[in-house]
């Protein structure tokens, strides 16, 4: 009675010993199982952040190249206005040149015809009869007057704006005929009034070329001036004491 009594609580610790390992065996499996949910989750909702992260960051590389295309069309939009500017302005110049040239000459073609007529055209309703035709009003051709052409040296004081450099050679070209001419020189048919047309329809063209770089008093006064030193080689050097524009 006594041995039975003594083995019993010796049994009942084994028993309770056996069961605490079997019951912390099966604690363990269940601890494992959920760190590794918790830390499937935590990856799950990183990936997910990452995501997010790189979309975002692609939404903002498309919304720069759009801005950027947007530039660049607005930069082209920009150059075809300007180059259509130009091309108005270019066009507006062109057609200014071209009246300028063309009044110019047509006012160089007329002068020239009443300065080799040297008589004005009878009106229908005036008399054709020699003694009425000396009585009427002469037209006169533009020529210089003294303080332009010396009537005694037969020096020619140009006007500012051809006495450019560029001008020089004409210059001294009509310089030289003027300062060697000779009392027979004159007239439409001479070769001195060639000589002189030729180098003054020289500097009237280079001088169209000058026309949108001078004002247009300049231009006119050059224009006048030389129409007026073309027209005195048609008359004898003698007259040029007395002629003179009024």
């Not at 180059?83 to 000459?105: G, M, P, R, V």
Request: glycine share 4%.
């Amino acid at each position: 009675m006594t041995r039975f009594v003594t083995l019993s609580p010796v049994c009942v610790c084994v028993l309770g010993m056996v069961a605490a390992k079997a019951f912390g065996q099966a604690a363990v499996p269940q601890a494992w199982e959920n760190e590794t949910y918790v830390y499937a989750a935590s990856q799950m909702e990183l990936s997910k952040g990452q995501a997010a992260l790189i979309q975002a960051y692609a939404a903002l590389v498309q919304a720069q190249a759009a801005m950027v295309k947007a530039q660049a069309d607005a930069q082209v939009s920009l150059a075809q206005a300007r180059k259509a500017h130009l091309e108005c302005n270019a066009i507006q110049i062109d057609n200014s040149l071209k009246y300028a040239k063309t009044y110019w000459d047509r006012k160089q073609a007329r002068d020239t015809y009443l300065a080799l007529q040297n008589k004005p055209t009878p009106s229908p309703g005036e008399s054709k009869h020699p003694a009425q035709q000396t009585a009427a009003i002469q037209v006169k051709p533009n020529r210089l007057t003294p303080a332009e052409l010396d009537p005694v040296t037969h020096t020619i004081h140009w006007p500012a704006v051809l006495q450019g450099e560029r001008y020089a050679q004409y210059r001294a070209a009509i310089e030289e005929l003027f300062a060697a001419r000779q009392p027979a020189d004159h007239g439409a048919a001479s070769p001195f009034y060639s000589e002189v047309r030729k180098n003054v329809e020289i500097l009237s063209s280079m001088l169209r070329e000058e026309i949108a770089k001078v004002s247009p008093a300049e231009y006119l006064a050059g224009k006048k001036f030389l129409d007026g030193l073309r027209n005195e080689a048609l008359y004898p050097p003698q007259i040029n004491n007395v002629a003179m524009n009024k």
